[in-house]
């Protein structure tokens, strides 16, 4: 049994050993390539476990193939039109084909300044092929900010394709200004459009205000005149009851006109009134002279 | 173990020697035995101790994937791990990634928003009046291009690119709702993590970068189909729903295993530039409600100073063709204001006009048949009263004796209309 062990445990430290250099894992996060005394061999990127001979025949490298995301500088450009405009464009990128990768950039560092060049080279030339008016319009059917990006993601697609082993997922503009000078006028029109707007705001205020009372006014017209008609009527009753009993006065016209000048006479001179009289008038004759009475009368 | 070989040969050329039932061969015998046991006990602890080393707990607000050589293992459900206590087989066979899934991480974007000294963020601080620069330097100052109104007669040579320039801040909150894809696509630097750190610490810091410039590419393409009116206050929450939706879109694009919980615009505001303009503009609008809400004041006090409660109602009804009766009375019974003063003043007169009318033909019925009897008499009674009267009411009475001389002669009398201001003459004068 003793004479076991020994070769026993020697054997299992030689294939741990082996295994240990043979055997090799490709996690979901990665690819890996596989090179026979510096010549790539084998392309892999599905997970799992593989084998490959030991150092120094074989060596394997793997490469993150997990999304990055990569920023260029912030920069100026010239749309079609001429206007100068700064963006800041960056993608989103992975390690696509190992193979392709190690042979033309083989560290991410390199592969992000290639990048970074090929970023800004197709960046200005598609939008050297839009105008301005195109990014930002009064007319939101007329944008096309949405295509232009579009654009520039299948412009680097073909870019890079087949030559870096890298995939372009996504493109975005991160920042879109105006030059410096270009805000000036800017900030000139936008506080034009404000006067416009305070002006044009007062006015209608104004006018609003206006229409309202008017209309309160002849509102105010049309109902006192209702009214007034309505007035009307109610007086003419009372005139039409009132003749009713004129009739009753035609028993004695003459009496009738005394009693209602003499009514008359009374109301005009009921308060706040002078009298002028003669001293002729009766009773002031009696300030005159004293009356002769004919007693002898019955 | 280099010693137990030694002791091995030994044996060896023991037994040749003396045979299998020497005192010194038993008592090694019986050492390697206990060494031999020990061994085994040790092995097997160390084997229990590697395979108890695969015990893994997930959290309550995480979920696990498990490598198995570095493929995710299982199939379908069992791919994720819920929180519990797990056993995988230990390194390197398995691998357990923990994603904290319920984990709701925010992330401030303040691109877009201008150029402020350090410590001076207060909106309302003293700093915030301070020196404005007339342009805006696009190095430094962050904005978003906002579309311009619609105008209905286009600038000759705009081409419609009239657009202007707005600030915001915003906040993503962000959760990851699938961990598969999240793990697989999304670049978590764990190169830099600290002892006693795991790949889900590393996540917020990985993910950020790729976050914010999504998120600013999402907001300078959705900003410029709104107009500051729309951005600012109409359609805000628009606004930020339209940003959440083409980021979710662009999330799913690159399966990112990401889901936008939340989009929020915490700040927006016009360029400090511009920002009396827009006060002037804001003023404007009240100046108009107030204006507005004055003359509706009016409206409304003239209406019911004319005709009270019933004055629409009564509008309607003037201008209605086919007014029914019952409603016209009942809406002019309830009159009120001048409209009802009118009304009430006709219905005075139509009283006293009847009354006085009976009242006079009453009389006149009453004293006919002594007037028949006595014509004169009556007359003079009833004319002399009546001057009596009117003698009684009269403030003043002046009696004129009637001049002597038939020419020539002419009286003057001051009157005064006004009792009360004779008066005052009359005082004055002493």
Redesign the interface.
Known sequence: M??II?PLFLLLLLVVLVLVSTMF?????ESALVTRFGNPTRELS????YFKWPPPIEWVHKF?S????L?AE?G?TTTKGAVPV?VNT?I?W?VSEPLAFFNAVGTFNDAESKLLSQISDTQNKVIGRH???E??????E??R??EI?GEMLSGLQEAVKGIYGIEV??V??????????V??D??D???K???R???A??A???A??????T???S??T???A???A??????A???A??????K??E??PQ??M???D??A??KI????????????V???RL??EMPVLDSNKP | MEEQTQTDNHDHTQEAAAGAMSPGYDYLSSALKVSFFLLKIIMVILIGLYLASGFRTVEPDEQALVLWFGKIRGVGEDRLLGPGLHWILPYPVEEIVKIPVQKKINIPLNLFWYYEKPGSEMPESVDSRAYVPPTLNPLTEGYCLVRGERQKLPMVGSEGSDYNILHSKWVLTYQISDPESFFKNCFVDTGQLQAGQGYSDAIEKSVTPLLRGLLADTVVRTMVNYTIEEAMYERASGVTEHVKRLLQDKLNEIDSGIKVVAVQRNRIAVPRQVEDAFEAAHTAVQAKERAISGAKLYAEKTLSETAGQVASELLQLLHSKDANEQDTERLWAQLAGKAQERIADARAYRTKVVESARANADYLHQILPEYRKRPKLVLQRIYKDAIEQILDNADEKIVIQPGRAKTGSEIRVLVNRDPSLRKKTESGNR
Do not use: W
């Not at chain 1, 599905?46 to 476990?49: A, K, M, Q, V, W």
């Not at chain 1, 997990?66 to 995301?69: H, K």
């Open positions: 003793k004479n020994i894992q490709v996690r979901e996060t599905e997970p799992g476990l993150d997990r999304l990055r995301i920023e912030l100026e700064i960056f989103v992975r105008f301005f008016s990014m930002v319009n009064s007319d939101p007329k944008i900010l949405e990006e997922k996504a975005g503009i991160k920042q879109l200004k105006v030059s410096e000078d805000s000036k800017v900030f029109r936008m506080r459009e404000r006067e707007r305070t002006e705001t007062i209608e205020g104004t609003a205000a206006k229409k309202i009372k209309d309160a006014d509102m105010q049309e109902l006192l209702a009214a007034d309505r007035a009307k009527a109610i007086r009753q009372g005139d009851e009132a003749a009713m009993y004129y009753m006065l028993e004695d009496l009738a005394f009693l209602r003499i009514e006479l009374k001179l009921e308060s706040r009134s002078t009298l002028v009289i003669g001293a002729d009766e009773p002031f300030l005159k």
